[in-house]
């Protein structure tokens, strides 16, 4: 159908739809790794510590989240450093 013999509603839709185009292309895409961030108010040296990181990462894997395929577990460690907390407190 040539561009002069489109109905009105023909040309809503066609110029809806071309602007609705460019948003899928902005879809997460699967595989994409999620981001986790633990804040931990000791020393990356304490054992006890260390093993209740390590236990949680292990309990994600059960349900699914796998450390390096579809989840990222970033730690941070203040070492007990009160300058730290304070810093996180709102103002």
């Given at each position: 159908?040539?561009f ?6 023909q040309f ?12 899928t ?16 108010n ?5 054992a ?9 990462v ?11 395929k ?6 941070r ?15």
């Amino acid at each position: 159908m040539p561009f002069d013999q489109l109905k009105r509603r023909q040309f809503i839709t066609l110029l809806g739809g071309a602007a609705a185009w460019p948003l899928t292309a902005h879809a997460q895409k699967p595989g994409v790794e999620k981001r986790v961030a633990v804040l931990m108010n000791s020393a990356a040296t304490d054992a006890t510590v260390q093993s209740l990181v390590t236990a949680f990462v292990q309990a994600l894997r059960p349900l699914g989240w796998i450390e390096g395929k579809n989840i990222r577990v970033d730690i941070r460690w203040s070492a007990g450093d009160a300058r730290w907390r304070a810093s996180m407190q709102p103002s």
